[in-house]
């Protein structure tokens, strides 16, 4: 593992030399084998009509991708809209199918765009029926076919609180075509107990410019934290059904996702050989003291993650996994795994017999690279990496805790992560990007 830490670098220029360091040239170690690049894309679709940020103020999103197919959400004040699809096709874009005639329904479309190409490129945009007026222009990779391996390009963040309310490090994210995005959950800080509220709380945040760029550039894959409905809700406590109703179909409007095995939000998502996103729900399932997920949810996730033959298994959890004993004690243990320690215990084990897991979380409000326990412990030997916070309060103590084993990097500082992951050299570099560009940590992890 190497790292390195850098401030006051700022521009987009510097941010993009950043990212071409880290991905195996340098500083990376010199006996890394560098993998493939994605072939370049054309300029930006450039399709007609007039941008109208009233009737489609919210933008585009796209949710799990897959090899051959994408789910498209559109919100609009428009009845009906159609939908003009192209794709990649050497240096220029080509179009390859339409919608028309989509109807909205309670303010939305969601529709799924199938019988795609592998590893391609695609734009689309959302008009008015006569193609006067458009939304903005969307874009998505698809992932990976079986057998195909090159180097990934993807970003992740949480908790988009209201402190810097702009998001400002998500707008430089945006700039640079990623292959998707991750949302570790507090996406929205919901005030909502019925569905037009929560649909309100999600509005709010996708109008956001910077939101919107990055819903724009890239597909997005989501797990919820405890905000998107309530602050540490538990069903039948805080929560009734009807409400967490309310809030899993707002969710689900915003940012389209497939339906895991259990009908829940628990699922994964496969780029080739290269990575498997495994999603967990750490929140719905939740009946403390003991069960944090349930039975079903975690035997899936260890078979899903011991059966995968993917390079690097990413498990997204929306709370931390580690072992903090060290730093912060049992302070707020029993909303993060530690207060759980028969099915952390069960997890960690298993991961520990799996080649090429890496933990990605959030919750925290700082950024992180850190194992799973202190040394000589079960999990020692596994990183997890906690992204953002976009916007929401800073925990400062983070800068404040004393330099540890267990934890080679920690960030108080609103920012986004950028991850390379080489297949080859079976690294992985995270950089934490700033609200100005810069790149504010940058962490080598060899897996």
């Avoid at 959030?362 to 906690?386: C, F, K, N, R, T």
């Avoid at 920690?410 to 080859?424: G, I, K, N, Q």
């Avoid at 990007?433 to 060899?446: F, H, M, P």
Wanted: with cysteine; hydrophobic share 40%.
């Amino acid at each position: 593992m190497r790292s390195s830490r850098r401030r006051f670098i700022t521009g987009i220029t510097a941010l993009s030399a950043g990212l071409t360091a880290c991905r195996g040239v340098s500083p990376a170690p010199s006996n890394t084998t560098l993998g493939l690049d994605r072939a370049p894309e054309p300029p930006p679709w450039e399709p007609d009509g007039m941008l109208d940020l009233e009737a489609f103020a919210w933008g585009v999103q796209v949710g799990d991708v897959t090899s051959d197919s994408a789910l498209l959400s559109v919100q609009t004040t428009e009845p009906t809209i159609d939908l003009a699809i192209v794709r990649q096709r050497d240096e220029t874009w080509v179009e390859v199918g339409a919608r028309t005639g989509l109807e909205v329904t309670d303010g939305f479309v969601q529709v799924t765009l199938d019988q795609l190409d592998p590893d391609t490129a695609y734009q689309f945009v959302a008009r008015t029926p006569d193609g006067a007026r458009r939304s903005h222009t969307g874009r998505l990779r698809t992932a990976l076919g079986p057998d195909r391996i090159r180097r990934i390009v993807f970003g992740a963040t949480s908790c988009l609180g209201d402190e810097a309310p702009d998001f400002e490090n998500l707008a430089w994210a945006a700039k640079l075509d990623l292959d998707f995005f991750l949302l570790l959950g507090d996406t929205v800080y919901a005030h909502a107990t019925t569905l037009e509220e929560y649909r309100a709380d999600w509005r709010q945040v996708l109008a956001t410019d910077s939101v919107r760029d990055l819903c724009a550039s890239t597909s997005l894959i989501a797990t919820w934290d405890d905000h998107e409905v309530a602050n540490n809700w538990i069903l039948g406590e805080t929560v009734g059904p009807d409400q967490l109703l309310a809030a899993t179909t707002a969710f689900r409007e915003a940012i389209p996702q497939r339906q895991g095995p259990s009908g829940g939000l628990w699922r994964s998502i496969r780029w080739g050989d290269v990575i498997e996103v495994v999603v967990l729900d750490s929140r719905g399932e939740r009946i403390p003291p003991d069960q944090i997920v349930s039975e079903e949810q975690l035997d899936w996730a260890i078979e899903t993650l011991q059966q995968s033959t993917a390079t690097f298994k990413l498990l997204l959890c929306s709370v931390h996994l580690a072992d903090h004993t060290e730093l912060w004690g049992a302070v707020e243990a029993d909303d993060r795994w530690q207060g759980f320690p028969e099915q952390r215990s069960r997890l960690v084990e298993a991961l520990e017999g799996v080649e090429g897991v890496v933990v990605l979380t959030g919750d925290m409000h700082y950024g992180s690279v850190h194992h799973l326990a202190p040394p000589g412990q079960p999990g020692a030997g596994i990183w997890e990496i906690a992204v953002g916070p976009s916007g929401s309060t800073l925990n400062l103590l983070a800068e404040l805790a004393l330099a540890r084993e267990q934890y080679p990097m920690m960030l108080a500082e609103h920012s986004c992560c950028v991850f390379t992951a080489d297949p080859l050299s079976r690294t992985l570099v995270v950089d934490f990007i700033g609200d100005d560009g810069s790149v504010l940590a940058s962490q080598i992890l060899t897996v």
